[in-house]
C-alpha cells in the first residue's frame, strides 16, 4: 500500500523555466509534508516543507503548494537551473516517522 | 542541523555472511532511524534506534535480521544478518534533530552488493 505516490518518474525542463513536481498521498492523518533532493552517490537533503495546516510554503526559488481536499502536493522551482538537476522526493509525516515517495528524477537542460 | 557519515561507503558480500554499518552524528540527536532504498525505489523505514533500548521495527523487517544498536546519542549501527542477494540495497542512516519540524539528516548511505 503506497501511502505517498509520485506518478512522474521523470521531468525534463529548459533551465530558466519553472519545473513542477507532484506528489500524491491517500492517509489524512499526515501532518507535515517535506521535499528532499537527492543526487547520485549521496543522502537525501532537505528542501522545503510544509504544515497540514497550510496551503503554500515559500523558499526563495522553492514553493511547495498543499491541496488537502485533493491530498496532493507541489514543489515549484523558479527559475530552474542546471544544479536542481537530481532525483526529488516528497515524504510525509506522522507519528515521528516519514513515509516516502519513488521520487522524481528531474533534468534541467540549458 | 547535523553531520551524518556512515560507513563503509559500499561493500560486496557473500551471501549467508553479515555486514554491520556504522552511522555517527556530529552532535546528539532525538532519534535515529534506518533506510533502505532498493535498486529503482523508495526509502523504506527499516527501524527507529532507541538509545538504550531495543530498536522499533516496521511491519516486514525483523530484529534477528537486522539487529541495530544505539549505545548512545550520536551513534548507531545496523546488522544485515545472512545475507542474500535480495538485500542489495542502498543503506541510509538518518537523524533527527528536533530542531525544525520533522526535518531528518541523512546519511550519505551504505551501497551494498550480495553476490
Known amino acids: ?110 | 542541523s547535523a553531520v551524518i557519515s556512515q560507513k563503509p561507503s559500499r561493500d560486496i558480500c557473500q551471501r549467508g555472511t553479515s555486514l554491520t554499518i556504522q552511522c555517527q552524528v556530529d552532535s546528539q540527536v532525538t532519534m535515529m532511524f534506518w533506510y533502505r532504498q532498493q535498486p529503482g525505489q523508495s526509502l523504506t523505514l527499516i527501524a527507529t534506534a532507541n538509545q538504550g533500548s531495543e530498536a522499533t521495527y516496521e511491519s516486514g523487517f525483523v530484529i534477528d535480521k537486522f539487529p541495530i544498536s544505539r549505545p548512545n546519542l550520536t551513534f548507531s549501527t545496523l546488522t544485515v544478518s545472512n545475507m542474500s542477494p535480495e538485500d542489495s540495497s542502498i543503506y541510509l542512516c538518518s537523524a533527527y534533530t528536533g530542531d525544525s519540524a520533522y526535518e531528518q539528516y541523512f546519511g550519505p548511505g551504505t551501497r551494498l552488493t550480495v553476490t
Open chain 1, 1 to 110: 500500500d503506497q501511502q505517498v505516490k509520485q506518478n512522474s518518474p521523470s521531468l525534463s525542463v529548459q533551465e530558466g523555466r519553472i519545473s513542477i513536481l507532484n506528489c500524491d498521498y491517500t492517509n489524512s492523518m499526515f501532518d507535515y509534508f517535506l521535499w528532499y533532493k537527492k543526487y547520485p552517490a549521496e543522502g537525501p537533503t532537505f528542501l522545503i516543507s510544509i504544515s497540514s495546516i497550510k496551503d503554500k510554503n515559500e523558499d526563495g526559488r522553492f514553493t511547495v503548494f498543499l491541496n488537502k481536499s485533493a491530498k496532493h502536493l507541489s514543489l515549484h522551482i523558479v527559475p530552474s537551473q542546471p544544479g536542481d538537476s537530481a532525483v526529488y522526493f516528497c515524504a510525509a509525516s506522522h507519528a515521528d516517522k516519514l513515509i516516502f515517495g519513488t521520487g522524481t528524477r528531474l533534468q534541467v537542460f540549458p
